[in-house]
């Protein structure tokens, strides 16, 4: 557009995101471990017949997964 | 369009407010209540979008060295999230994008400030239909950049396999997979719409609560009055909800599309 002027030259292209899309992005992988795992805990459950207990040990691996995946992507990196 | 106020003023308002009354009359076929064609939610999106319009048009038709107060606004509103959303979360190569959030970011603060306007008094972004376009959109760009910038394949390995040793790695991609390219949309329109909706809920309690109270006995009168009182401190709850969520709906989509162009984790 007319009048535009230069970008400045502020603005650190960091592989992590700043802010609070680094919020959001710790908060979604936690819950989603939960639910992706609790998910197919439910279903060896269903399979399987053992009530509840793949659910249980499904949701504790997505939590460790989440957990996981929150240090790795957002931790300091190496 | 001024169904609300006539259902305020005839003292018809049935008090516990339901989803119902998100669902206005439509106005061309006047009155009708199953014709959703054109409605007063169809007439403030087309507003909202012919106001954005005819406001960047007016105020940069004629650019002037010293900025008049039009051009002002308007480039301030442009600058703000260029270089606080688009340059802060993508980096240099964030101003690109900058048109498309500054249109979103205007689209959505003027469609949910709606829900606060006298005689408009209920946003758009409260029926999911908007926000679920709004977060398509998002999701495609945010793909389509993804794609393009690093080639289908690079980018699907890069978005779905984390840094970490290989043994862990079928624990953590369905994770990925799901945050990535479920929740993330998902998340985008529910967070909008719950936000608008519970405002215009909020508000409609209050007030109609106020009318209810008084038509039940006159004592209830002084809590009449509070309650109307806490609506309008709602407004300004209200007021502030409706700016965080343009931003934070702006600033999510950089920081998704800043996530498709990031090189190796």
Redesign the interface.
Known sequence: MAGDQKPPSTGGPGDVPPGAGQGWTALSYLIAGMLVWGFIGWLVDRWLETDGIATGIGIVLGMAGGIILVVRKLGTPQ | MFGQANVLAQGAANFPPSVEDFYLPSILPWGAHNSYWFTKITFMVWLAVGILILFFLLS?RN?Q?V?TKK?WFA?SI?GFV??NIA?????????RFAPYFTTLFCFVLLTNFFAIVPFFQISPNSHIAFPAFLALISYVLFNYVGIRHHGFVKYFKNSLI???PWY?LP??I???A??TFL??PF?LAVRLFANMFAGHMLLLVFTLGGFAMLNATGLLAPVSVLSWLMTVALTFLEFLVICLQAY?FT??T??YV??AL??E?
């Open positions: 940069y650019p060295l900025p051009q480039e442009y260029r270089n340059v802060d979360m993508i980096g240099h190569q964030g101003v984390p840094p970490a862990i624990l953590l369905p994770i990925e799901f945050s929740v993330r998340s934070v600033v999510l950089a920081s800043q996530g990031a090189e984790h």
